[in-house]
């Protein structure tokens, strides 16, 4: 791949944000080894290994010989462009040297925050705390529901006067719905009411098992005729099993508090 392709991969994801990266690499002290020197600039290889990182997103380890040749070529293109006059003189355009700022700012300020996360690590009682306080939270009951959209209210009400007159929730579903249960008959399968819009979960949880909406149930996706078909306790799912979601969860408001901190104690 030469710099045309190399710069055109980059627009896809902005050339800055490629490049962004290499933005606290390049000019810095390092005890990595110089691989090139371009019009005066040194090209060492903690350079390269970011560019790699950045451009084919695999473990170093991973990377061919020949790939990282190519990629070094690459590179030597972009320290040829980004030598010439011409860059010296791009540089000091408000545009684009507030993006060469912007990407700056971006790369430190996720290495900061990779370094809170990682020196803030989530403890067994922080992590058991939050899967407590999540179960809690979490409805006691789920149902389990069969429905029939349609587009008006009048098809809905006609539906109701059809079940009132012994026809068959299902067959129905099938033959009018326009939902994407329709081929199952509207089954819905079992869910917590958090997972429904609200006028829908609101009728589910008043009906009994058994009995349908005796009115027809408007939310934005149309209008409704709902069966509940049972209701169960929720079952908490193990800790081990969301284990991972929850430590996202514990790290995501530990952060969040340390930027409260931040922005309060600013000047």
Known sequence: ??????????????????????????????????????NGEAIDSAVLDVYIQNRIEKPLEQVTTDERQALMSELKDIYLLSTQDTADDLATDPAIAAQIELQKRGVLAQAVATRFFTENQVSEEELLAEYSAQVK???????????????????????????????????????HSTGPSAPNGGELGWFSPDQMVKPFADTVARLEDGAYSSEPVQTEFGWHVILRE??????????????????????????????????????
């Open 1 to 38: 791949m030469n710099i045309e392709h190399a710069l055109a991969y980059a627009g896809t994801r902005s050339i800055a944000a490629v490049i962004g990266a290499l933005c606290l690499v390049i000019g810095m002290q390092s005890s990595a080894e110089t691989l090139a020197t371009v």
């Open 137 to 175: 939270q979490a409805p006691p009951l789920q149902f389990k529901a069969r429905h029939i959209l349609v587009p008006t209210q009048g098809a809905a009400v006609d539906l109701i006067e059809k079940l009132e007159a012994g026809a068959d929730f299902e067959e129905l579903a099938k033959e």
């Open 230 to 267: 049972g209701a169960r306790e929720t079952e908490a799912p193990t800790l081990d099993s969301v284990r991972d979601v929850i430590t996202q969860s514990v790290q995501q408001k530990k952060f969040q508090k340390h930027m409260e901190t931040l922005r309060a104690e600013a000047e």
